[in-house]
């Protein structure tokens, strides 16, 4: 880490009390929508008071005054190879306040972040034999790029559902038409680990990003062939005009009629997978 940049040490017992109130602030709705299905009249005005209340809680800690019409987000912070000391080894933390919410940043080039920086260097770094250090901790030798090797269960017949899923199709995807066989793919119209078989007709070759649309549910086929699109997409990522238009259109068949897709199957994804 460079001194340009930050360190930014959590309390977890702060995090656990702004979880707590958030968790809190959000059951406020949450009763209230239960209760509006009494069928009480002013159950929606008072919800609509309390989810307002809600919203005024959140951005105490977002330190933001949003917009109504705001696509209302609650982001996070990722911490990429984090490291954990012993107990012995813990240090005190310069000006912290137990009622941080958020977190605390130092500037590594001046004080009391550059000490601090130091200390926890100190404590990270173990001398090897030959007088060298090694950042044991963080994962940094060059030995050390992957983790601890894991086994697998593979699902036998893959390879070869694949191959006859591209050969019936003529090797161009069932939507799209693509012809670069990179990047096609043998879908599942009802996935393996569900009950679904390596047979063709439980098979659609599609082009990767379609393929996973289609297992996310955003993509489907009818039992008719012709290809239905959500309209979550637009809602849930502001985006997706590409995939709509492809709505209405008949999918690409297998030549051969024992390959097409099985209307069953199809009809299992309509009523399983796809969100409408």
Not at 169 to 181: D, F, N, P, S
Request: with cysteine; hydrophobic share 30%; proline share 6%.
């Amino acid at each position: 880490m460079s001194p340009s940049n930050r360190a930014s040490p959590s309390c977890s017992s702060c995090t656990a009390r702004t979880i707590e109130s958030l968790e809190a602030a959000f059951s406020l709705v949450t009763r209230e929508c239960r209760s509006a299905s009494c069928g009480t009249r002013s159950a929606p005005r008072t919800a609509l008071i309390r989810s307002k209340k809600c919203e005024k809680r959140v951005e105490r800690y977002r330190r933001i005054v949003s917009s109504v019409h705001e696509d209302y987000e609650i982001g996070c912070v990722l911490l990429e190879q984090p490291f954990f000391l012993g107990e012995p080894d813990w240090l005190p933390v310069p000006d912290w306040n137990r009622n941080i919410q958020r977190y605390r940043r130092y500037r590594l080039d001046q004080e009391p972040g550059l000490s601090l920086w130091r200390t926890v260097q100190s404590r990270i770094y173990v001398t090897t034999g030959s007088g060298q250090l090694t950042a044991a901790l963080l994962g940094e030798s060059g030995s050390q790029r992957y983790g601890t090797p894991t086994f697998v269960r593979p699902r036998l017949g893959q390879g070869s559902f694949q191959v006859a899923v591209v050969g019936s199709y003529g090797r161009r995807c069932a939507i799209t038409g693509e012809k670069v066989l990179p990047v096609l793919e043998a879908a599942h119209i009802r996935p393996y680990g569900e009950g679904g078989e390596h047979s063709v007709d439980n098979g659609l070759l599609l082009r990767r990003d379609v393929h996973v649309l289609f297992d996310r549910g955003y993509i489907t086929v009818t039992p008719d062939l012709e290809v239905n699109v959500s309209k979550r997409l637009r809602a849930e990522f502001d985006n997706g005009d590409h995939y709509l238009a492809m709505s209405g259109h008949q999918i690409r068949q297998p030549s051969n009629r024992e390959d097409k897709p099985n209307p069953k199957l199809l009809d299992w994804h309509n009523q399983n997978r796809f969100v409408a």
